[in-house]
């Protein structure tokens, strides 16, 4: 095993079976959990399941047809018939019933109905009724004709050349390469704060002399880089497989789970550009790390880096409203920036070629160009123990 | 051929010209002691030796000529300021450093294990090498140093932090790894374990050479100022002596300029006193250190 090698497995070992980054691994399926329950918990406030009155003078529900079927995470709301106003008014005193409608004998000519309740009905039992009537509405149609009036309708949105298109449905898919940004970015800023804090660690307990005695700054840097970004898409492919069973689980349940997919445009942008973003932002990091003299002042300086890759995110709004606007294309083609403005793009418009070819060629071009400016600034840095290391010595013709 | 030879080095660090034109060389198999008041250049003189630093300007052949990726194996380097992975057991810290010496895994272990034992750490291996003591995580040091057999030891203070018990482990190794052909370079501000361990000595102040060469030559070199003389009954009166001091039962007479050690003894003859001892003082290499850096004393 060559020494490079030698260093990644180290690197990677030292962080990935460490209880911090298992506490990290673990606080994302802990979060999905969280926001799962937490919509669950939403809805569930939102549904009262008490039953609902009716009191029918026109007819139309003396021998009903049973509503149709409810979908997680609603509840279904029994609905009961009563012979008049008195009799509901009565359960709905008694708590039976949460509310009542009354429905006049002109219904069909008039559409108008009254409701009665002591506390606002819901908007899950009050749409559960309008579906209640509606079924009996048109008990005599058609079956597929009633049921294609009760649901809604599907409209699918598609682009003139037919590559993209959008339903209600599939919504979600917008944010998944979005989504996939974030989780990277996430990732990346984990993986490169180890790199940066491990060549701090290296120069200030002295360990650097005894390394670099032993192998190249060149091995040491590439093993470093080598084992930290094994250590960012061990976190990413954890996550994967957290939101895969997560999918699997909840698409049972819940309707937008089933419609998922990532295009290939997305996957392609997560290779040529997150990627990229990835090493890059390692790189950038080391570099900090062999700059500055203690952790500290390292971590203030992350902030140059993870600010700007911030920035689209804070721009959300504008990118997802004028996707091909010319602020949005530069920020496309910022090193920085194009990452997060790339995927957000992508779930939203077609991105023309040429713009994924320069944004691609940029960011790998940039990755490159920060390795070497993490080697020179390793190989200028190692030893300066309680100094700075200025970005002009870096730049300075050696 | 020489295992290491440096040709007039000179390295700067803006206005600070921390070697300069610094040459001597290393014979195989030799104990050479580095020496140097703190800020001399020692340092940096051993980092241009591993090839951390580039000099501005000279030349240095290390093993046989410049230094290799494949020569880093053969080396081992002690730093002044120790260097281990603090949050890692100590067997792992070893077997990540080994490893970086082109060791396997079954070396390093079957090596450490060896080397722990003979520094009583056998039993502090699993612990964490901060929750080692001082001397423990110097000794420990010691061992990722030679864990792959070096043909050339470079120790910079390697006695720093170690009790007396410790000291004389250390100074035992370093004697059987010299016996066994190792080439060291001893780097210590403890002059008596210098003068005890090192054939031959360099001594850099300011940058420069300031003495270089054989230990008993160099101590010959500033010795003739005086001589010790133990005598049956008081000395007699003698001409040519600036100050007379007793040491240990003994006399050293200070000689006057000009005067010669052949004649205080012609005279001490001539006088029918009866000598027990008579000898040229030979000044300690601690004297020496103290005379060479406070300007007294030429250039190599």
């Known amino acids: 095993m060559s020494k490079t090698w030698h260093v990644a497995l180290h690197e990677y070992s030292r962080h990935v079976f460490n209880k911090r980054f298992l506490l990290g691994l673990l606080s994302v399926p802990f979060v999905i959990i969280l926001m799962v329950g937490l919509i669950f918990l939403i809805v569930a406030m939102e549904t009262d399941a008490r039953p609902v009155g009716y009191v029918d003078f026109s007819g139309i529900l003396a021998d009903p047809v049973p509503p149709p079927e409810i979908e997680p995470p609603d509840k279904p709301v029994e609905f009961r018939p009563y012979a008049d106003e008195s009799a509901a008014m009565a359960a709905l005193d008694h708590g039976e019933i949460q509310a009542y409608y009354v429905i006049p004998e002109d219904y069909l000519e008039t559409g108008t109905l009254s409701v009665v309740h002591a506390e606002a009905l819901k908007d899950g039992p009050r749409y559960q009724f309008y579906d209640f009537l509606a079924v009996n509405l048109l008990r005599d149609t058609d079956p597929a004709i009633a049921r294609r009036i009760v649901e809604s309708d599907e409209v699918i949105v598609q682009s003139a050349d037919g590559s993209r298109s959008m339903s209600s449905d599939s919504w979600f898919n917008i944010l998944v390469p979005f989504i996939a940004a974030i989780a990277f970015i996430i990732a990346m800023f984990t993986a490169g704060g180890y790199l940066m804090q491990a060549v701090v660690e290296e120069k200030e307990n002295r360990t650097m002399e005894v390394l670099i005695t032993s192998v190249s700054s060149n091995q040491f840097m590439a093993g470093k880089i080598i084992g930290d970004i094994a250590i960012g898409l061990t976190q990413i492919l954890a996550w994967i497989g957290f939101v895969i069973i997560g999918i699997l689980v909840g698409r049972v349940k819940l309707e937008f789970l089933q419609g998922i997919e990532i295009s290939p445009q997305a996957l392609l942008l997560i290779a040529t550009i997150l990627l990229p973003a990835f090493v890059m932002v390692c790189a950038l990091m080391a570099a900090i790390g062999a700059t500055v003299s203690e952790a500290r002042e390292g971590q203030q300086m992350t902030g140059l880096i993870s600010l700007p890759i911030w920035i689209p995110y804070m721009l959300t709004g504008i990118i997802i409203g004028s996707p091909n606007a010319p602020i949005v294309v530069a920020l496309s083609l910022f090193p920085l920036t194009a990452p997060l403005t790339m995927l957000i793009r992508q779930g939203m418009t077609n991105i023309p070629a040429w713009q994924i070819v320069a944004s691609s060629a940029i960011m790998i071009l940039s990755a490159v160009g920060s390795i070497w400016l993490a080697g020179r600034a390793f190989r200028l840095g190692m030893l300066r123990y309680g100094k700075r290391l200025k970005w002009r010595e870096i730049f300075a013709k050696s | ?300």
Do not use: W
């Not at chain 2, 250390?170 to 370079?185: F, N």
């Open chain 2, 1 to 300: 051929m020489p295992t290491v030879e440096i040709s007039h080095i000179t390295k700067t660090f803006g206005p600070l010209k921390a070697v300069d034109d610094v040459s001597f060389s290393i014979e195989k198999g030799e104990l050479f002691g580095l020496l140097g008041p703190n800020g001399a250049g020692k340092t940096t003189t051993i980092r241009c030796m591993l090839d951390i630093f580039k000099p501005d300007s000279g030349s240095v052949a290390i093993l046989g000529g410049a230094m290799s990726e494949a020569k880093k194996d053969h080396i081992g380097y002690m730093p002044e300021e120790r260097g281990l992975y603090q949050d890692i057991p100590l067997e792992r810290c070893l077997a990540y450093l080994g490893s970086l010496k082109g060791l396997s895994p079954s070396d390093v272990k079957q090596r450490s294990e060896g080397y722990l034992e003979r520094f009583d750490l056998a039993a502090h291996k699993t612990k964490k090498v901060k929750e080692l003591s001082k001397g423990m995580q110097q000794k420990a040091q010691i061992i990722a140093t030679l864990l792959h057999q070096p043909e050339l030891l470079i120790v910079d203070e390697p006695f720093a932090g170690l009790d007396p018990v410790n000291t004389q482990m250390v100074k035992d190794l370093l004697r059987e790894q010299h016996q066994q052909g190792v080439t060291i370079v001893l780097c210590s501000h403890q002059m008596n374990l210098v003068e005890e361990l090192c054939d031959r000595i360099v001594l850099i102040d300011h940058g420069k050479v300031m003495l270089y060469g054989g230990l008993e030559d160099i101590r010959h070199q500033f010795s003739g100022h005086a001589v010790v003389v133990r005598a049956e009954g008081p000395l007699p009166e003698l001409k040519g002596i600036e100050r007379v001091e007793p040491i240990n039962g003994s006399t050293k007479l200070h000689l006057a300029a000009g005067m010669k050690p052949q004649e205080i003894l012609k005279t001490l003859v001539a006088k029918d006193v009866t000598l027990a001892q008579f000898e040229i003082a030979m000044p300690t290499l601690d004297e020496i250190f103290i005379r060479v850096v406070q300007g007294e004393g030429g250039e190599a």
